[in-house]
């Protein structure tokens, strides 16, 4: 599962959004967050530009930019506002993997990157634009090219969980729900875990604690 896809999900029982999403391991090797957070460091604009990821066109004083994120040529500030939504979302996200840099990378892009885009949608420019590929670039690659290999879409309304196993959310109604398997796979990442989770009405079921 790729972090983007965290952006529109809805609990498929009661459609409430966001959810929570933990995250227990990657299927992305540790030096891909090593690489990312070398960008934010060497800030080398000649090299992000040639990854053609930002795409930006201008027409007359409007400058409009296109990314994996936003897919449809947008004028900078909505731009800007739409990235800085995007980023909103990872506030509900829990990094327990074992990987260092990926929990310093979601840190950052949360705090540090949040508040360049936040700051650049007051004073948005063709200069201010060109200072901020660095962060644009990793916010993209984070959300498009990071693949989670195991963690639990939570629902902190109906209290339901679900699992994310071999990259793919298993978003299933409770009938389709395969117990034994699903039960064993909380159970081998319980010490990932609080043992506050576990003391909530876990729905469709839960380990006896």
Known sequence: M??????????????????????????????VFESLLAILINRDINEIEYENIINVSYEGEKIKIQDNLVLEETELVPYLKLIK???EELENVYDLSTIANSKQLLNQIRTDIKGVIHNCIKDASKEVLKE????????????????IKTGILFCSECKRWFPIIDTIPQLLPDEYRD????LEFLKTNKNLLDDEFFHQELKPFNLEI
């Not at 498929?12 to 966001?18: A, H, L, V």
């Not at 901020?132 to 693949?147: A, G, Q």
């Not at 117990?179 to 699903?182: G, N, T, V």
Request: with cysteine; net charge negative.
């Open 179 to 182: 117990e034994k398997i699903e």
């Open 132 to 147: 901020i590929y660095p962060e644009l670039i990793v916010i993209n690659n984070y959300k498009f090219e990071i693949e």
């Open 85 to 87: 939504k995007s980023l």
């Open 2 to 31: 790729k972090p983007w896809l965290f952006d529109i999900l809805a609990c498929p029982i009661d459609k409430n959004f966001p959810l929570k999403l933990y995250i227990f391991s990657y299927e992305t090797p540790a030096k």
